[in-house]
Structures are given as structure tokens and as C-alpha cells.
């Protein structure tokens, strides 16, 4: 199926819930389209952070644009993959309007598209996003109102949802030991959210400037919403990945012998697409191709062992095997999302050492960095290169490859960045070499 904003032909969806389970009737009309589509490749594309349908249907059309023009002999198949996430729209989206003509709400205050997207996430939960709202927009003085906004936070997102989700929030593991939260829900409110403010204030303050002001706590506050959030959001993509996008691409290769499939997915969608390999069919070999564009979970995930941690491995080890060719991992400094943000979100519960101590720029390259901010981390024989060097030479037909993407990958302002400036023909141009689509 085809709709009139879609660029490309032939183009389908498939829409999954927050468990994983599958729109069927999207799916079998799929899986009774292909074999009689003449597709021989077939990709298959996860967004991120996003508020609606239309909003994902336009990345996937602009994104897959220029690909008929760059492959012009190729028998390519798009899917759109639809999922429940969310994005505080506050955050710079290069090439797309803002979702309202006024604008988001400055400062910590929550815009009333924000609040929306969030009742949507949160289905049964409007009187505590409600709640949250209020006190973001009038800052109750006392400490007291502060661990009352934490302690709403952390009943929204639910560190311990019932259902599958709870099993997936993991990038790494060590044997026997179980599952830590993040310090966002353990430490005080009142501290973290200080931490927030302070990196806020260092992402702002002018190039080359360091920030040595004591910011209002309330001040990062929405940013500890925002992180919370985008943990469950994370902790939902791998659900939906292992339980719903594996198993559909193993009916899809079922279906249509010799169909060769690329995974491509930007942000958490590249997390999805990762936990699909776990999802995957015993012994199916349809995925020829993965391409993460600025990946939000850990370079660590693939790893077999931590740098400093022996015991401790990734929680996808060696399932960049299942990949009947490369993982290819984009990635850019200028993501602030991922850079700066990710990294103070990403901690450990029970460490108590203080994220400022420790200096932002260290956090760049420790335990807790992100895929699409340095790429696939202590995975032997792990390639690297620029994007010149991998638009201007053979891609590698299999194990990891780093791209450093930041030659386009830079556009976007705080609080995120260039974490959605992906709408660029050479990044389409990664997904046909990394898939070998001529």
C-alpha cells in the first residue's frame, strides 16, 4: 500500500503496542502482498522519539526519498514501522516545523503538546501528568515539593511495569546479579535534579565557557521527566523489537523465500531493531543489513565484557552474529541527547559517586555512553571509519562498523542537539552499502 504522502513504492506499516503484539491485519496484508511484489530487498525502518503516525510516516518518506534515485535497478520494499513512543516537543526537529505554530513553553515549563503526548503514553495516568504540569510551571518552594515531583515521576513511568516491558530495560548484565534502576529513581530528587540543571546550564553556556553557577534544581527538573520518560521509552523498544519485530521478520523471510532484509532504526528504534535479532526465528538468515542512526541505548550493549567489569556483558553479546552482514553504527559528537544527557541518565543505582565530580567530558567515553554518540564499544574487530571513507569504499560484509557521521549529523539546538538531523541522502547511502543494494 501507497498513501499519497508516502515518496515511495511499494511502502507498508506494521504497528505494534507496547507489548510487542502486532497489528495483524497490517501484517498479513504484507505477508500476502510480498511474494507477488517482485521485492528482493526489503527495508525495514524504526523511528525513534515520536509523537503520532503522521509524524513517522514523514521521516520514513523523506528519509526513503532519495533511495530510488540512488538505486535504480534495485527491487526495494519499504516498511514503516509504528510503535508507541514519545517526544517532548521542545526538542529541534531539522527539516520539520514545530508541532504548533506558538511554539513550546519556555523555560522548565511543560507545553500543552508535551502534555498530551504523555497522557498518550501513559494511558490512565492524565491526572498525574496533570499534576506534574502544575508544579512545573509553579515550583513549590520547599525540598519537600521537589521529592513529591520524583516520587510522581516515578509512578508514571513505572520502574517495574507489570507485563513483559520490565524484562527489557537492560543494555548490560552481570550473572546473578539483578536488574539496578537508574540513580534518577533512587537518589534525591532534589539532587539529580540538580545535576540536570547543571549540565543544561553547560550545553548553553557559550562554546568554550565553563558554567560555574549553582542552577535552581527546579530548573532540571523537566529534564528529569523527560529522561524518565524516554527510559521507559527505551525499556519499550526492546519489548517491542525481541517480541514483535523478530518474529514478524521471520514470518516475512517465511513467506518470501530469498527476501533479503535491512533493519535500519534511528534512536530507540535502533534499539528495537537490535532486540530484534533476539526475536528472530532460530536458524533465519533474511537479515542482511542493520544501520543505527544515533542508537540511544549503550555501545556496550554488544559487548562480551565490560571494560571494568569482567563479569558483566552486554545484553545483546553476540547477536550481531545473527546478521547475514554488517552492523553499522552511525554516530556524531554534536548529539547532545546522547552526548551529555544520556550518559547522566544512564547510572546505575547505588553509585553514589556525583556526576559533576566526575566532569562531563569523562562521561563521554565511560560505562554509561550511547551508540549513536561514539559507536559499538569492546566488540573485537570492530571497524571505524568517516562517512566519506564508507560512501567512497566497500562496505564490510560483516561484524561491526563504526561511522562517524558528524560531517552532516550536526544540525539542532538544546536540549538534544543533532539527535534527529538524519534526513540526509548520505545517510540513505550507508543503509545501501551496509545492505549491498545496487
Not at 343 to 360: E, Y
Request: aromatic share 8%.
Amino acid at each position: 500500500m501507497t498513501g499519497p504522502e508516502i515518496s515511495v513504492a511499494p511502502y507498508w506499516e506494521l504497528t505494534f503496542d507496547a507489548d510487542g503484539d502486532v497489528d495483524g491485519p497490517e501484517r498479513d496484508r504484507l505477508l500476502a502482498a510480498l511474494p507477488a511484489s517482485g521485492v528482493r530487498d526489503l527495508i525495514v525502518f524504526a523511528h525513534g522519539w515520536n509523537n503520532d503516525r503522521s509524524l513517522a510516516t514523514r521521516l520514513y518518506s523523506d528519509f526513503f526519498a532519495p533511495i530510488p534515485r540512488l538505486a535504480p535497478a534495485a527491487r526495494i520494499g519499504y516498511v514503516g514501522v509504528v510503535w508507541p513512543s514519545m517526544l517532548f516537543c521542545d526538542e529541534p526537529i531539522p527539516d520539520f516545523p514545530r508541532p504548533t505554530a506558538a511554539g513550546p513553553a519556555p523555560g522548565p515549563a511543560l507545553d500543552q503538546d508535551t502534555r498530551q503526548a504523555l497522557k498518550k503514553a501513559f494511558p490512565g495516568r492524565a491526572t498525574v501528568v496533570d499534576r506534574l504540569a502544575r508544579m512545573l510551571h509553579g515550583h513549590p518552594r520547599d525540598e519537600a515539593g521537589l521529592e513529591e515531583f520524583g516520587r510522581l515521576v516515578r509512578s508514571l513511568v513505572e520502574a517495574e511495569p507489570p507485563g513483559p516491558q520490565g524484562l527489557f530495560a537492560a543494555d548490560t548484565m552481570t550473572p546473578g546479579a539483578p536488574q539496578r534502576e537508574p540513580v534518577m529513581f533512587s537518589r534525591p530528587t532534589a539532587a539529580v535534579c540538580a545535576e540536570f540543571a547543571q549540565a543544561e546550564a553547560q550545553l548553553e553556556a557559550p562554546e568554550g565557557q565553563e558554567s560555574f553557577s549553582l542552577p535552581n534544581p527546579w530548573n532540571g527538573a523537566k529534564e528529569l521527566l523527560r529522561q524518565a520518560t524516554y527510559y521507559a521509552m527505551k525499556r519499550r523498544a526492546g519489548t517491542v523489537g525481541e517480541r514483535g519485530l523478530g518474529p514478524a521478520v521471520g514470518r516475512l523471510a517465511g513467506a518470501a523465500p530469498g527476501l533479503r532484509v535491512h533493519l535500519v532504526g534511528h534512536s530507540f528504534g535502533g534499539r528495537l531493531v537490535s532486540f530484534a535479532l533476539c526475536g528472530l526465528p532460530a536458524g533465519a538468515g533474511a537479515v542482511k543489513s542493520v544501520t543505527l542512526l544515533q542508537g540511544a541505548f549503550s555501545h556496550y550493549a554488544f559487548a562480551a565484557r565490560l571494560p571494568d567489569d569482567p563479569r558483566a556483558g552486554g545484553v545483546l553479546q553476540g547477536r550481531e552474529h545473527r546478521i547475514d552482514g554488517p552492523l553499522v553504527c552511525c554516530f556524531s559528537r554534536f548529539d547532545a541527547a546522547l552526548g551529555t544527557f544520556y550518559p547522566l541518565a544512564s547510572r546505575l543505582a547505588h553509585d553514589d559517586r556525583s556526576l559533576l565530580d566526575l566532569g562531563l567530558g569523562s562521561l563521554l567515553g565511560a560505562r554509561w555512553g550511547a551508540m549513536g554518540h561514539d559507536g559499538v564499544q569492546a566488540v573485537p574487530g570492530t571497524r571505524s571509519c568517516t562517512l566519506a571513507d564508507a560512501l567512497g569504499s566497500a562496505m564490510p560484509a560483516s561484524g561491526c562498523v563504526n561511522v562517524d557521521a558528524a560531517g552532516v549529523v550536526r544540525r539542532g539546538g538544546p536540549p538534544s542537539g543533532a539527535h534527529s538531523d538524519i534526513l540526509h541522502p548520505e545517510l540513505a547511502r550507508v543503509v545501501l552499502a551496509a545492505g549491498r543494494i545496487h
